[in-house]
DNA sequence: CCTACCGATCGGTAGG
DNA sequence: CCTACCGATCGGTAGG
């Protein structure tokens, strides 16, 4: 007995979830993150998904619906590793596995070769649309204030302004897919113990 | 007597330079910065210089060449204004100089409302182009690595991976555009100076 | 620097 | 009646 292809894999738990959706989110995921909103088409996105474009549209309301959906899934998922990568120690364990885990997880995306910010293609968005995503993101950004006034409660941290603080260590880790390259002398793990160290000493007094 | 519109204004100081060519120019920098680079259409950019569509390609070969031009020039500009604003002095002062002038550029652009930074315009261009770029850059970089050097020898800086804090430093600087909104707490130049001490302090042991 | 266009591809939708 | 699609094509616009 041969099994079909379509019998091969683990079946959905969920089934209320379309595998088909699901793989259009990955390549749609993928392609924004590697050219850009503007520079993906939904002919691209759909080959990569192994249907036709007009298929997209059964998912999804339109292009813009799509990535809406990318972000809100990153932004959550996102949160959920950060999240789940930090511990409930001092101030300054916390910061680094925060740390750690951001950059490492922006080297260790489904595809090695990202060009475009979150940011970037938050702007294609509706103004509305972006004020939506932005209170989607609030926990991942709060997480990271409340471990740096955490800090400065327990005298670990010295943080003048600590908005800006907590902008800057986000922006360096965000970022760090623009720099990095494999096979170089670090690898992602490596750049994030480095990044965590880099974090810690923004919050030390010189 | 009443002045004609077109009379108003500087005449051009070098002739052999076309107005026209300078206000594609100046468009194209402001809207791939605004919108991407395959988010700007020629015919956007046209209207914006106060042409036609078809004119653009008097100027230039292409919307390729465009955009290298743009970025080239954007590059030579900005090490151009951080050679100037970085003095003689230890490296602390050169490195809060560096720090300070690179931080307020990128909130003091023709417009303020940049979503794409200069990694995601590029990644739009062939790889040899690229390359060049990077070529282009070079003094751009080399400079912060110096200052960071500086700082190693003269025994006040503590660093351990030269090259990445170098990066660590630049992403910092490049994307603070992301978060900076203007009639916020703090200006360019108050934000530029807290970015000024985050840069020392990464630089400093804890 | 403009008018008049091209081959192709865009996002999105038709009937079956 | 529903789902998950298909081949073909819609009206507009892209770079050139």
Redesign the interface.
Known sequence: MVSTPRAVGSAALIDEESPARERILAAATRFFRQ?????TSITKIAKEAGMTPANIYWHFPSKLDLLREVLHAVYLNSYADLAAAVGDGTAEERLADYVQAYAAMQLTSPDARS???Y??LA??LSLEDQRELIQTGKPYVNLLREILQQGVDEGSFVI??LA??S??I???C???F??FRDHGR?DAEQ?GA??A??A???????
């Open positions: 050219f850009g909103y503007e520079g060009n475009f910010g940011a970037s702007s294609s003048e302004n800006v603080t902008f800057a986000s922006n360096m965000e970022y760090v623009t720099w670090l750049v480095y990044y160290e880099l810690l000493r923004m919050t030390t007094e010189r």
